[in-house]
């Protein structure tokens, strides 16, 4: 691993909850060495449009998952690309989720639907890249493997176990986030230009626009 590469991996890694898995950690540096293997420090050059894109998604998708999302905003960072766009999405009592063999399917896929929701965000505005948020895919994705253990068949080979996990993943957590995106797409260009202007949306104003959110049934 490069100094470079490592420099990445330790940003995405500080962004995981705290008792993430090994397994997990080890997932993301291997995405982050294949995807600056094949297309270069590009793959992590984000952009403003698509930080501002990123946080749209969080936020809408969050908030049509029931979560009270306190604040957007975007700003300038150092890496060692020179500096890029990030941002953060605010969401209240951050810090209590939890997704293990206790909670439930939906409350697991729900968790990973808000996790990927920045990615599905840049995605629906053909602003995302190869290296976009890495962590919050894998994050998302081993969260749904808690939805998978719930769900599967004991009696699957591992091949067929691992189709199922990855199906499962893409119709219920993937899909639906683009699905909830789409949905509110007036939505999602009313608070990208705002967050455009303004680079921070709070307080009353934020829970105005979210409260016109369009819900989806899943099923």
């Not at 053909?126 to 599967?152: C, H, M, W, Y």
């Not at 080979?157 to 996990?165: G, K, L, P, R, T």
Request: glycine share 8%.
């Amino acid at each position: 691993m490069s100094s470079t590469t490592q420099t990445i991996s330790q940003q995405f890694l500080s962004n995981l909850p705290r008792g993430t898995p090994p397994e997990l950690a080890t997932a993301i540096e291997d995405a982050v060495n294949d995807a600056f293997g094949r297309h270069g420090p590009p793959a992590f050059m984000q952009t403003r449009e698509a930080a501002i894109a990123h946080e749209c998604g969080h936020g809408i998708v969050g908030w049509h998952e029931g979560l009270i999302i306190e604040s957007l905003r975007i700003f300038s960072r150092p890496s060692p690309l020179g500096n890029l766009w990030g941002g953060w999405c605010a969401e209240k009592d951050d810090k209590e989720w939890r997704s293990d063999l206790d909670t439930t399917v939906e409350s697991d896929l729900s968790r990973a639907r808000m996790i990927v929701a920045g990615v599905a965000g840049e995605t629906v505005c053909r602003l995302d890249t190869p290296g976009s948020s890495l962590d919050e895919v894998a994050l998302s994705q081993f969260i749904s493997l808690n939805a998978t253990a719930k769900l599967a068949d004991p009696e699957l080979s591992q091949d067929e176990y691992d189709a199922y996990a990855k199906q499962l993943w893409h119709e219920k957590v993937w899909s639906v986030a683009i699905n909830i995106l789409c949905a509110n797409h007036e939505l999602f260009m009313q608070l990208a230009e705002r967050l455009d202007r303004k680079e921070k949306i709070n307080g009353g104003k934020l829970r105005d626009m979210l409260a016109k959110i369009r819900r989806l049934g899943h099923e």
